[in-house]
């Protein structure tokens, strides 16, 4: 993007799950320096407040994605905040149980949270806010920029590490339900996408694994910038034309 570029373009409105620490709060520092309009999400309701208070043009919300009671009040808030949505960012993790556990040693429970934190709770959250993504697709015109989903994975979601069974499963079930709303909404002008951020030094990674040497680490401001870099190339790319959308239509109606 120049320089005159980001005095010239509307503000993003952005939502983050998992605001407060790691790469969701590098998230919300980099779209907020920039001008975007950021509401993110995280469950302790101090350090909510906290990370509010520390960055301007901020919202905090506080909620857990894996329960689905949460999930309606949270996307309603998103949309009374942000007055509209064009990108949702689901980074909310759950590594299931913590020391990270063989399958045959894991709780149902843990692997149950994983499931909800990882998988279900960004499908409510997507679901609970389509209407806005599409109206910002709407919003900006024929040829104007998708609105993008994004789905925080993992290289565990690909490479069977043992211990990591929980937390891998359901990173891969997010990378492959990521690829089918992408399918089924690609026609409508909203993009889905996966982004594996590598191994950073977080909280998350420290109690994954305990003694990992920091200094090897990728630094979360970095991944964040590179993730809104792409989040900029997709909304973009063009949307696909009306002739274009309306082919999908026929060829799914005939399969
Ligand atoms: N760090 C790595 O090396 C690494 C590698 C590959 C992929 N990733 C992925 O990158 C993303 C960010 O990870 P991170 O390392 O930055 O994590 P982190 O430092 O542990 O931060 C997680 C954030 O999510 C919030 N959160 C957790 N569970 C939540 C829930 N149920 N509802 C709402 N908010 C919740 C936390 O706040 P509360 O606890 O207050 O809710 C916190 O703000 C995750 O998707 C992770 O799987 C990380």
């Not at 373009?9 to 620490?21: I, K, W």
């Not at 969701?24 to 990370?51: I, K, S």
């Not at 994004?150 to 069974?165: F, I, L």
């Amino acid at each position: 993007m120049t320089h005159s570029d980001s005095f010239s373009r509307a503000p993003l409105r952005v939502a983050v799950s998992g605001g407060t620490s790691g790469l969701g709060l590098a998230l919300v520092e980099a779209f907020a320096a920039r001008g975007d309009h950021v509401a993110f999400v995280a469950r302790d309701a101090a350090r909510v407040r906290r990370v509010m208070g520390e960055i301007a043009g901020s919202h905090g919300i506080v909620g857990d994605v894996a329960k689905k009671d949460d999930v309606h009040a949270v996307a309603l808030q998103i949309g009374g905040a942000l007055g509209g949505l064009d990108v949702l960012i689901h980074n909310a993790s759950s590594l299931g149980p913590v020391p990270l556990a063989l399958l045959a040693d894991t709780d149902c429970e843990d692997f149950e949270t994983a499931l909800a934190t990882n998988v279900l709770g960004p499908f409510r959250l997507t679901k609970a806010l389509l209407g806005l993504l599409a109206a910002s697709v709407r919003e900006s015109g024929r040829d104007g920029a998708r609105a993008i989903v994004v789905n925080v994975t993992s290289d565990a979601a690909v490479t069977p590490y043992a211990g990591w069974g929980a937390y891998g499963a359901s990173k891969a079930a997010l990378a492959h339900m990521s690829r089918i709303w992408h399918e089924e909404l690609a026609p409508h002008g909203v993009a889905v996408i996966a982004v594996d951020p590598g191994d950073m030094d977080t909280p998350l990674h420290a109690a994954a694994v305990p003694d990992a040497d920091p200094a090897t680490l990728k630094r979360p401001r970095d991944v964040a910038r590179e993730i809104v870099e792409r989040i900029d190339r997709e909304r973009a790319a063009r949307l696909p034309s009306r002739a274009g959308m309306l082919a999908r239509d026929g060829e799914r109606s005939m399969a």
